[in-house]
């Protein structure tokens, strides 16, 4: 017995696998675009089958398909939807553009499936048809970029809870490391006083800050153009197909997707995607920031800051013993390098869209679902087996905070700017710390050196009194010992 079927299109005969789901568009998809051996994620192909579902169950409603294909169909888009037949979407990333080889890849596999559920063999599409019935309504046109948005929609919802997770440990640390007094660093070098608490609660808030961008930048992807078919004008659609196929897809997705305001404009133009990978790369640029402090604040330790440990999670070299390295931050930066890089390859893209059409939305596509799953599994790895582990080096930072110049700025107002600089050039040639120095010379007392310590790094509503208070008594005992 062979092994293959023949089927037949306008181009001629094909060969397909006897048992495959899908046909001979497929086929030759797969002969054609032989080129990276990447498929698509599940996440994209669940999108795609639910679009499908939508359709056929509204060109059910609307008297245009007949219960027993629309059910049949119906039937088949669930057990895709619920990850069944993943073998029988192979086609690579690298395809036909606007992504109709993944449309009819789709339509193909429904419809053999159907006709498989109605009692009849695979290959012959009767009585479901691939483009008569399953594609009834659309076009790749409006389908995958529908899809897309919801495959971006659904990831970018899993992404911003990890975001939050990782917002909650940063926080928490903040509140642990509060009372940490340390050197604050500006120009890589000693600036004012600030707490390590501080610094993370800095972390958090742009952590925070990034998750509220890409909910911001998630509303345009809601509007779609499904019911546009080719080119956003809706031939060969029913007048209430869009609104109703629309209903049918929130009531799966659980999202609030809106028909666009204009099919037309949608179809030619996809910045909204664009926009969308702004916020991802502004997220991974305070990403790749905040692991860059974390590294620095970690270096070391012995030659370095040290001022905080890292969780040891591997060895960090074949030659060096003992040696640990930063290595789950150094992958959450190399995620985030390629995601930016990504959003250049959505860019051009998006620019390159012409007349009627994007065509480039497998491109588009393929970095969505490959930077949303990375950066999901970075963000998560981050959290868990690293910021989680951080602990702080009290010593270290006590003492580089005594021996920095970081308290100079906070006295200038009381002694002046010239005097500060003076008694930070002598601290340092004498070895002393400027705290010493303030003591020595009677300038401030023990008890007020405390006092002072303990409001230069509040952001306290009184903080600002509290420091006009110490100055004026500081400038009289400037001006008695004068």
Same mark, same amino acid.
């Given at each position: 017995?062979?092994?293959?079927?023949?089927?037949?299109?306008?181009?001629?005969?094909?060969?397909?696998?006897?048992?495959?789901?899908?046909?001979?568009?497929t086929t030759r998809a797969l002969e054609n675009f032989n080129i990276s051996g990447i498929k698509i994620g599940s996440e994209f192909t669940r999108a795609l089958a639910i679009v499908k579902l939508a359709s056929a169950k509204a060109n059910n409603k609307l008297e245009l398909l007949?219960?027993?294909?629309?059910?049949?169909?119906?039937?088949?888009?669930?057990e895709v939807i619920e990850g069944k037949h993943g073998d029988a979407f192979p086609l690579d990333v690298f395809q036909a553009g606007a992504g109709t080889p993944w449309n009819m890849n789709m339509n193909e596999v429904l419809a053999n499936r159907a006709n498989q559920l109605l009692g009849s063999s695979l290959g012959h599409y009767d009585?479901?048809?691939?483009?008569?019935?399953?594609?009834?309504?659309?076009?790749?046109?409006?389908?995958?970029?529908?899809?897309?948005?919801?495959?971006?929609?659904?990831?970018?919802?899993?992404?911003?809870?990890?975001?939050?997770?990782?917002?909650?440990?940063?926080?928490g640390k903040s509140k642990q490391f509060r009372n940490?007094?340390?050197?604050?660093?500006?120009?890589?070098r000693d600036a004012v006083p600030i707490t390590l608490g501080q610094e993370f609660k800095a972390y958090?808030?742009?952590?925070?800050?990034?998750?509220?961008?890409?909910?911001?930048?998630?509303?345009e992807l809601l509007s779609v153009?499904?019911?546009?078919?080719?080119?956003? =004008?809706?031939?060969?659609?029913?007048?209430? +197909?869009?609104?109703?196929? %629309?209903? #049918?897809?929130?009531? $799966?997705?659980? *999202?609030?997707?809106?028909?666009? =305001?204009?099919?037309?404009?949608?179809?030619? +133009?996809?910045?909204?995607? %664009?926009? #969308?990978?702004?916020? $991802?790369?502004? *997220?991974?640029?305070?990403?790749?920031?905040?692991?860059?402090d974390l590294m620095l604040l970690s270096s070391g330790p012995n030659t370095g800051l040290n001022e905080?440990?890292?969780?040891?999670?591997?060895?960090?070299?074949?030659?060096?013993?003992?040696?640990?390295?930063?290595?789950?931050?150094?992958?959450?930066n190399m995620v985030c390098f390629q995601v930016i890089g990504g959003r250049e390859s959505v860019a051009s893209a998006v620019r390159f869209g012409s007349l009627d059409l994007n065509v480039y939305l497998p491109i588009i596509t393929f970095n969505a679902d490959n930077s949303l799953h990375w950066l999901i599994a970075a963000v998560k790895n981050l959290n868990d087996r690293c910021i989680a582990g951080i602990s702080a080096d009290k010593k270290t930072?006590?003492?580089?905070?005594?021996?920095?110049?970081?308290?100079?700025?906070?006295?200038?107002?009381?002694?002046?700017?010239?005097?500060?600089?003076?008694?930070?050039?002598?601290?340092g040639a004498q070895g002393k710390t400027v705290a010493e120095l303030l003591v020595e010379r009677k300038m401030l007392s023990m008890k007020e050196l405390q006092e002072l310590e303990k409001v230069v790094t509040g952001p306290d509503i009184e903080f600002i009194e509290k420091m006009r208070r110490m100055h004026e008594k500081t400038s009289r005992k400037s001006g008695e010992m004068s």
């Open positions: 017995m062979n092994d293959y079927r023949i089927e037949k299109d306008f181009l001629g005969e094909t060969r397909v696998p006897c048992s495959a789901l899908y046909g001979s568009f007949d219960d027993s294909r629309a059910e049949s169909i119906v039937e088949a888009a669930k009585p479901v048809h691939p483009n008569d019935h399953v594609n009834m309504s659309q076009s790749s046109n409006d389908v995958i970029p529908t899809s897309t948005r919801i495959m971006i929609l659904s990831l970018s919802k899993k992404l911003r809870e990890e975001l939050s997770s990782l917002e909650s440990t940063l926080s940490l007094i340390k050197s604050g660093r500006t120009h890589y958090s808030s742009v952590i925070k800050h990034g998750s509220e961008r890409l909910k911001q930048v998630e509303n153009v499904i019911g546009g078919t080719a080119v956003g =004008t809706g031939i060969n659609t029913h007048p209430r +197909f869009a609104k109703v196929c %629309l209903s #049918y897809i929130n009531e $799966l997705t659980n *999202l609030d997707l809106r028909i666009a =305001t204009d099919y037309i404009e949608k179809t030619q +133009f996809t910045s909204d995607f %664009l926009g #969308y990978f702004d916020g $991802l790369s502004e *997220l991974c640029s305070d990403l790749i920031k905040l692991n860059n905080i440990a890292l969780p040891a999670v591997e060895p960090g070299s074949s030659i060096m013993p003992g040696k640990v390295n930063p290595s789950i931050i150094e992958s959450v930072l006590s003492h580089y905070y005594l021996y920095s110049s970081a308290f100079v700025t906070a006295i200038t107002p009381m002694i002046g700017y010239d005097k500060a600089a003076e008694l930070a050039r002598e601290a």
